[in-house]
């Protein structure tokens, strides 16, 4: 039984030593100041890549909403505009911020304009939907989800068709805030 608890254990080491520590890997904000995930080490962070010219951009003012109502029990949202499908992220990171704080009241963290996928797939979304990751697998559409808990482990994965007000992605988020 110790053999087996033992090798459990190392397996599990090597698991989740596999996946790159997301606090580390460097990022930009919208403004093109460095930054990593580091700074939100604590909260609950809500990774989602968006664009302006998507059908899903109206979800630009759910995940607004999600984060003024719960920023104060631990949620941060990361933007992170793209434009690897079908264009519909074209504008600089500047035209990005503007539309963002103009059409939706964005208060939530965005960062520079990034590829989620292909040759040129930043380092965060590699870790994200990589083999080691617990929810692998290729980035679909804009307005993917990651959840991270307060240790910076990916703990849900919801699609582009999920809702910020849906009960599916709120009800996952609060558990997490709780700690269950």
Known sequence: MKLYSLLSLLFLTLTVSAMPNLYDIPLKTIDGEPTTLADYKGKVILVVNVASKCGYTKQYAGLEELYKEMKDEGLVIL??????????????????????????????????????????????????????????????????????????????????????????????????????
Not at 82 to 89: I, K, M, T, V, Y
Not at 90 to 117: Q, R, W, Y
Not at 153 to 174: C, H, T
């Open 79 to 180: 933007g992170f505009p793209c434009n690897d499908f079908l264009w519909q992220e074209p504008g600089s990171n500047e035209d990005i911020k503007a539309f963002c704080t103009m059409n939706f009241g964005v208060t939530f963290p965005l960062h520079e304009k990034l590829h989620v996928k292909g040759k040129d797939q930043h380092p965060l979304y590699a870790a994200l939907t990589g083999p080691d990751s617990p929810f692998p697998g290729k980035v679909k559409w804009n307005f993917g989800k990651f959840l991270v808990d307060r240790e910076g482990n990916v703990v849900g994965r919801f699609e582009p068709g999920v809702k910020p007000e849906s009960d599916e992605l709120r009800s996952a988020v609060i558990k997490v805030i709780e700690g269950d």
